[in-house]
């Protein structure tokens, strides 16, 4: 008897670790694993206490994944890139509150209004949709403690690394 329910239980846990077998292989590999319109929450916890903090998410993904941000205020992206006189910052900057994306050159220092952020970016509602394939940096940063929302988009299921840094 007791040899049978053994038996059925590791009948049971084999079942479920098949069943699961997608999620495990990339929870292995650090990457978050979503399920067309599944999200999770990754907590953004700045070091606000100190005199200079920030917080960045990084994102980045192998395949093409379509991803809504939601959570934060103000939702920037920069590159640096080298001019004639010193590294300049480029980017775009995403307020949800106005429904407004601009695009920021640190060399001209003047702030332009744009349809579509950087690599398609576009705000709907109270976040940004953002297609990903490769790496993306986004700031933010905001004085309080609070949690980033990422829904999966996409018509398929996607796996990609998701990593909130605060200094």
Known sequence: ????????????VGVFIFSKRYELYYFFQGKEYLRP?????????PKYEQIEYSSDLYLESDEKVLLKLEGCDIWSE???????????KVGCQYFIAE????KYDS?????????????GATIDGDGI???????????????????????????????????????
């Open 78 to 88: 920069y590159t640096y890139g080298q001019t004639d006189i010193y590294l300049g």
């Open 107 to 119: 060399n001209t220092d003047k702030d332009v209004i744009v349809a579509t952020g950087h690599k």
């Open 1 to 12: 008897m007791k040899r049978k329910i053994l038996l059925l239980m590791m009948l049971l």
């Open 37 to 45: 319109n599944e999200s999770i929450e990754l907590a953004v916890r």
């Open 99 to 102: 429904q407004v994306i601009k």
């Open 129 to 167: 949709i953002v297609p990903l394939k490769g790496e993306r940096r986004y700031s933010v940063t905001e004085d309080h403690d609070y949690s980033i929302t990422i829904t999966n988009l996409s018509d398929q299921p996607v796996a990609f690394r998701a990593i909130v840094a605060d200094r």
